[in-house]
């Protein structure tokens, strides 16, 4: 499967913990995405980065950060957990900043 | 700051019946408007956009500037278009999307 690949799927950890999710663009795709979709805030954006350099920056909070790598996979690392942190956390991949949004399958985050 | 609202979490119709999902949007630039949809197990992925003006899967939206909405349509509905569906605007060349909390479509037999 040459999309956008997330892992882990699922992780379950406890608060105060830090996890790492990775993402993996579509071949040739420069741009990757950050959302988080819980249940009552819909898909929020959080943060874009462009051929790995930080583009857009959205409702990102201070304990998360990430980063692209000059091989353009990209991490989300979310530190300090709280349960509001469980989600369903996508990247996306483009080839352009403007262009088409392709999706990954999500890697699922419960904090307990 | 932009914004889509799509006023219903749940639209539920026959098979064969029209549907219309709504999104209304606020911002006060030039926005590109989107429609995707995400079927059961399946990836999140593009249904459509204002700027192609094309008709996918039987879908239709057009932009109304002056009621700010883009509203999706489809005649006829069928079965396998039940999935869940955001919609999304775009800060022109820019392609951080702002979506909408998704509405689910449910065609009934």
């Known amino acids: 499967d040459s999309g956008v690949t997330q892992t882990p799927k699922h992780l379950i950890t406890a608060t105060g913990q830090r996890v790492t999710l990775r993402c993996s663009p579509r071949?040739?795709?420069?741009?990757v995405y950050w959302y988080q979709q819980s249940l009552d805030q819909g898909l929020q954006f959080l943060i874009q980065?462009?051929?790995?350099?930080?583009?857009a920056k959205g409702n990102i909070l201070e304990r998360f950060s990430a980063q692209q790598f000059p091989d353009l996979h990209s991490e989300l690392n979310l530190s300090s957990l709280e349960l509001g942190d469980s989600a369903l956390y996508f990247c996306?991949?483009?080839?352009?900043?403007?262009?088409?949004?392709?999706f990954g399958e999500g890697s699922r985050l419960t904090v307990l | 700051a932009q914004r889509v609202t799509q006023p219903e979490k749940l639209l539920s119709v026959f098979k064969g019946a029209p549907v219309e999902l709504k999104c209304n949007y606020s911002?006060?630039?030039?926005?590109?408007l989107f429609w995707y949809v995400q079927y059961s197990r399946q990836r999140l992925q593009l249904l459509l956009r204002?700027?192609s003006r094309e008709s996918i899967k039987g879908f239709t939206a057009d932009l109304n500037k002056g009621e700010t909405s883009f509203h999706l349509k489809k005649p006829f509905a069928q079965e396998e278009d039940s999935a869940m569906y955001y919609c999304?605007?775009?800060?022109?060349?820019?392609?951080?999307?702002?979506f909408g909390k998704g509405t689910l479509l449910t065609v009934n037999p």
């Open positions: 071949s040739g795709d420069l741009s």
């Open positions: 980065y462009y051929n790995g350099e930080e583009r």
């Open positions: 911002y006060s630039g030039s926005p590109e």
């Open positions: 996306a991949s483009s080839v352009r900043p403007a262009g088409e949004l392709f």
């Open positions: 204002h700027i």
């Open positions: 999304a605007l775009s800060e022109g060349s820019n392609i951080r999307l702002t």
